[in-house]
């Protein structure tokens, strides 16, 4: 219905969804963006082709991401946008379970909409979660494990981890070489990892196997003309700075010469007004100036003729991440070069990399730094491997930070899921169907892996249950013979930190959505004409 209302003389008008419309409304909005997203959880999970409606790119992605895919579809109802935004944050936060927390979200409302159909008030049904949602955060910490105080041990549980987290990916088909290699990344990082430390760089050719880790930071440019390509612990300079001046540019101005020769000593006045600049460079004694934006034929020819190597054009994050690898600044002025603080590495060299020059920084001053090198046959294949490779590392750093590891394969659900229904035969009234309903939102997760895989996922699940009434629970579901198997000994194994975070937002956003009565379309206010007034 639409209602108009008056405000300090201006009229409002505004859509409004009152109700069981508002209420249905966002719950099937968020459900299905979780149904979206839904068949490509798990090891035998499916993928989505993006493609782009702009008719200048018509970009096409294929991904099983779920941030990814999300964040690439454009989405109307604002429920729908609480589970997107959810995803995001999953990604921020810990790269992995992005497609979890939103299928279990959308698990919740399911089963929400079920108790509102039986007029269960929201706000009873929100009582029931929250008593729900602190056993099972409980039952996930009593399954966990910390073995940080074993390196081997710990590296192991990293590796499967990695494992774990990349079965589901484009390089599943090499698993143990890219889980090792992930790893290895991660470990150089020490115990309190900073990623940024890592480069990721894509080159096309060759296939996945191909890709490596080396110890070095690679920087996907090359030298100017003419200059040297090897150097010997170097002095590296690092800016920011405009260096394509000695040409006339005057835009949206006019300029009244009396001869072309005036133009002529225009144009000369800028070149030596960059050829200033550019001493001022010079005089600050470095071996290799490393710039973000370009560096024009003139400028550069008068560094070379100095000695000096130069990089132009070293994008944005690369500039960023090469300043804090080699201890460097970013500058931008060059008066005072006593204050300047310049970067350091042992040796620079240009390295080819399939028929690509690039140029590699050794024995960089933080020496955890690396790059991860991904070659594949397609850019297609390329960037969905980074995306795999980037959920892995993000994963894997903040396991070392937090240490404590689960058991993957649908264990944890099902552990959690029973402590739950423990609960609710303690507690009276309708709040008891709400717990049950959470235990059922938690159980789905093992029946959304089964179903994915094509196996029979109602034999699977009450066999899983079964064994963990007897005790077992580390028992969850072996998706490559679709049977029930010890997760331990297959090495399933997940980050408590996705796992715990993915429950607490899932349970957040279902909640939020949950407690919606009305939902109101306005128009922003019109600004008036004060003369009008």
Same mark, same amino acid.
């Given at each position: 219905?639409?209602?108009?209302?008056?405000?300090?003389?201006?009229?409002?008008?505004?859509?409004?969804?009152?109700?069981?419309?508002?209420?249905?409304?966002?719950?099937?909005?968020?459900? %299905?963006?979780?149904?979206?997203?839904?068949?490509?959880?798990?090891?035998?999970?499916?993928?989505?082709?993006?493609?782009?409606?702009?008719?200048?790119?018509?970009?096409?992605?294929?991904?099983?991401?779920?941030?990814?895919?999300? !964040?690439?579809?454009?989405?109307?109802?604002?429920? %729908?946008?609480?589970?997107?935004?959810?995803?995001?944050?999953?990604?921020?936060?810990?790269?992995?379970?992005?497609?979890?927390?939103?299928?279990?979200?959308?698990?919740?409302?399911?089963?929400?909409?079920?108790?509102?159909?039986?007029?269960?008030?929201?706000?009873?049904?929100?009582?029931?979660?929250?008593?729900?949602?602190?056993?099972?955060?409980?039952?996930?910490?009593?399954?966990?494990?910390?073995?940080?105080?074993?390196?081997?041990?710990?590296?192991?549980?990293?590796?499967?981890?990695?494992?774990?987290?990349?079965?589901?990916?484009? #390089?599943?088909?090499?698993?143990?070489?890219?889980?090792?290699?992930?790893?290895?990344?991660?470990?150089?990082?020490?115990?309190?990892?900073?990623?940024?430390?890592?480069?990721?760089?894509?080159?096309?050719?060759?296939?996945?196997?191909?890709?490596?880790?080396?110890?070095?930071?690679?920087?996907?440019?090359?030298?100017? #003309?003419?200059?040297?390509?090897?150097? =010997?612990?170097?002095?590296?300079?690092?800016?920011?700075?405009?260096?394509?001046?000695? !040409?006339?540019?005057?835009?949206?101005?006019?300029?009244?010469?009396?001869?072309?020769? !005036?133009?002529?000593?225009?144009?000369?006045?800028?070149?030596?007004?960059?050829?200033?600049?550019?001493?001022?460079?010079?005089?600050?004694?470095?071996?290799?100036?490393?710039?973000?934006?370009?560096?024009?034929?003139?400028?550069?020819?008068?560094? =070379?003729?100095?000695?000096?190597?130069?990089?132009?054009?070293?994008?944005?994050?690369?500039?960023?991440?090469?300043?804090?690898?080699?201890?460097?600044?970013?500058?931008? =002025?060059?008066?005072?070069?006593?204050?300047?603080?310049?970067?350091?590495?042992?040796?620079?060299?240009?390295?080819?990399?399939?028929?690509? !020059?690039?140029?590699?920084?050794?024995?960089?001053?933080?020496?955890?730094?690396?790059?991860?090198?991904?070659?594949?046959?397609?850019?297609?294949?390329?960037?969905?491997?980074?995306?795999?490779?980037?959920?892995?590392?993000?994963?894997?750093?903040?396991?070392?930070?937090?240490?404590?590891?689960?058991?993957?394969?649908?264990?944890?659900?099902?552990?959690?899921?029973?402590?739950?229904?423990?609960?609710?035969?303690?507690?009276?009234?309708?709040?008891?169907?709400?717990?049950?309903?959470?235990?059922?939102?938690?159980?789905?997760?093992?029946?959304?892996?089964?179903?994915?895989?094509?196996?029979?996922?109602?034999?699977?699940?009450?066999?899983?249950?079964? %064994?963990?009434?007897?005790?077992?629970?580390?028992?969850?579901?072996?998706?490559?013979?679709?049977?029930?198997?010890?997760?331990?000994?297959?090495?399933?194994?997940?980050?408590?930190?996705?796992?715990?975070?993915?429950?607490?937002?899932?349970?957040?956003?279902?909640?939020?959505?949950?407690?919606?009565?009305?939902?109101?379309?306005?128009?922003?206010?019109?600004?008036?004409?004060?003369?009008?007034?």
């Amino acid at each position: 219905m639409s209602v108009s209302t008056a405000n300090e003389g201006s009229v409002l008008n505004a859509q409004v969804s009152k109700g069981e419309n508002a209420q249905l409304s966002s719950l099937v909005g968020a459900i %299905a963006v979780a149904d979206l997203v839904k068949t490509t959880l798990g090891p035998k999970g499916m993928d989505k082709i993006l493609q782009s409606t702009d008719p200048s790119t018509r970009s096409v992605t294929v991904t099983n991401d779920g941030a990814t895919i999300l !964040k690439s579809i454009p989405v109307e109802n604002p429920s %729908a946008k609480i589970l997107v935004d959810i995803s995001k944050t999953q990604d921020m936060e810990v790269g992995d379970g992005t497609t979890s927390v939103v299928v279990l979200a959308g698990e919740l409302l399911r089963e929400a909409e079920k108790l509102v159909m039986l007029k269960i008030h929201p706000q009873t049904i929100v009582a029931g979660w929250r008593k729900a949602v602190r056993v099972a955060l409980t039952a996930l910490e009593e399954l966990s494990q910390d073995n940080s105080a074993d390196p081997e041990v710990f590296r192991q549980d990293l590796l499967n981890i990695a494992q774990t987290t990349l079965s589901s990916k484009v #390089v599943s088909a090499e698993l143990e070489y890219f889980s090792g290699l992930c790893t290895d990344a991660v470990l150089r990082l020490g115990p309190n990892p900073n990623i940024e430390m890592i480069q990721v760089l894509k080159k096309g050719g060759g296939q996945l196997r191909d890709s490596y880790l080396d110890d070095g930071f690679i920087l996907d440019k090359s030298f100017g #003309v003419s200059q040297n390509k090897v150097l =010997t612990n170097p002095k590296i300079l690092i800016a920011n700075t405009p260096m394509d001046t000695d !040409k006339i540019k005057i835009f949206g101005a006019r300029v009244r010469v009396s001869s072309v020769a !005036k133009v002529a000593e225009i144009e000369q006045a800028e070149k030596e007004k960059m050829r200033r600049k550019v001493q001022k460079i010079i005089d600050h004694g470095a071996d290799l100036f490393i710039n973000r934006q370009l560096i024009y034929n003139y400028p550069e020819g008068i560094m =070379t003729d100095a000695g000096m190597s130069t990089i132009e054009h070293a994008d944005f994050e690369g500039v960023e991440r090469l300043a804090l690898v080699l201890g460097s600044e970013i500058v931008s =002025t060059f008066d005072s070069p006593e204050l300047v603080n310049f970067g350091t590495c042992e040796y620079v060299e240009e390295i080819m990399i399939g028929e690509d !020059k690039v140029i590699k920084f050794s024995g960089v001053g933080q020496g955890q730094a690396c790059t991860i090198v991904l070659r594949g046959s397609s850019h297609h294949i390329i960037a969905e491997a980074e995306r795999s490779v980037h959920d892995a590392l993000c994963v894997l750093s903040q396991t070392v930070k937090t240490s404590r590891i689960v058991l993957g394969g649908g264990a944890s659900e099902i552990y959690m899921a029973m402590k739950v229904d423990e609960l609710a035969r303690t507690v009276p009234g309708k709040q008891q169907l709400a717990i049950e309903a959470f235990a059922r939102a938690l159980r789905s997760i093992p029946v959304i892996l089964a179903d994915n895989g094509g196996y029979d996922s109602s034999e699977l699940v009450s066999e899983l249950r079964v %064994a963990h009434n007897a005790g077992d629970s580390w028992m969850g579901l072996d998706m490559q013979q679709g049977i029930v198997g010890d997760m331990r000994e297959l090495g399933v194994t997940e980050s408590y930190k996705s796992k715990s975070q993915s429950l607490k937002s899932a349970h957040e956003a279902a909640e939020m959505i949950l407690r919606v009565d009305d939902i109101i379309r306005a128009a922003p206010r019109q600004r008036q004409d004060p003369r009008m007034q």
